[in-house]
C-alpha cells in the first residue's frame, strides 16, 4: 500500500510563489514510485501538472506550467516537492499528488492524496 500526504496549499496573490510536497509512506517492495502532481480546476477535467518517474530523475511538465513550476524528489525518492513560481489566476485548482509501482508513464497512476486547494488571486 502507498500512502500520499501532502502540504502546502494556500492563497497567493498572482505573480507569487507557493510550494507544494508530497510524502509517500511505502511498503520496501513498493518504493519503486513514479510520483506526479495533478490539478482540477471547477469545471475542468483533471490534467497533468508534472512529474518524475520511478526509473529515472528526468522530469515532465504541462506546457500550461513550463518554466515556471518545478518538480523534484529527495533521494529517498518517496518525497515530491512542487516549486509553483510566477503564479497565475488560473493556476487555481485542486492539487492532487499521485504515485503508481514502476509506473511506465502517468496515465497509470493509481495512488492518489486527498488533494490540496491553491487559490490565486488577481
Known amino acids: 500500500q502507498v500512502q500520499l500526504v501532502e502540504s502546502g496549499g494556500g492563497l497567493k496573490q498572482a505573480g507569487g510563489s507557493l510550494r507544494l510536497s508530497c510524502a509517500a509512506s511505502v511498503r520496501p517492495d513498493f518504493r519503486y514510485l513514479t510520483m506526479g502532481w495533478f490539478r482540477e480546476a471547477p469545471g475542468k477535467e483533471r490534467e497533468f501538472v508534472a512529474g518524475v518517474k520511478w526509473s529515472g530523475s528526468t522530469t515532465y511538465y504541462a506546457d500550461s506550467v513550463k518554466g515556471r513550476f518545478t518538480v523534484s524528489r529527495d533521494n529517498s525518492r518517496h518525497m515530491v516537492t512542487l516549486q509553483m513560481n510566477s503564479l497565475r489566476p488560473e493556476d487555481t485548482a485542486v492539487y492532487f499528488c499521485?504515485?503508481?509501482?514502476?509506473?511506465?508513464?502517468?496515465?497509470?497512476?493509481?495512488?492518489w492524496g486527498q488533494g490540496t486547494q491553491v487559490t490565486v488571486s488577481s
Open positions: 499521485a504515485a503508481g509501482v514502476m509506473a511506465a508513464n502517468f496515465s497509470g497512476l493509481n495512488y
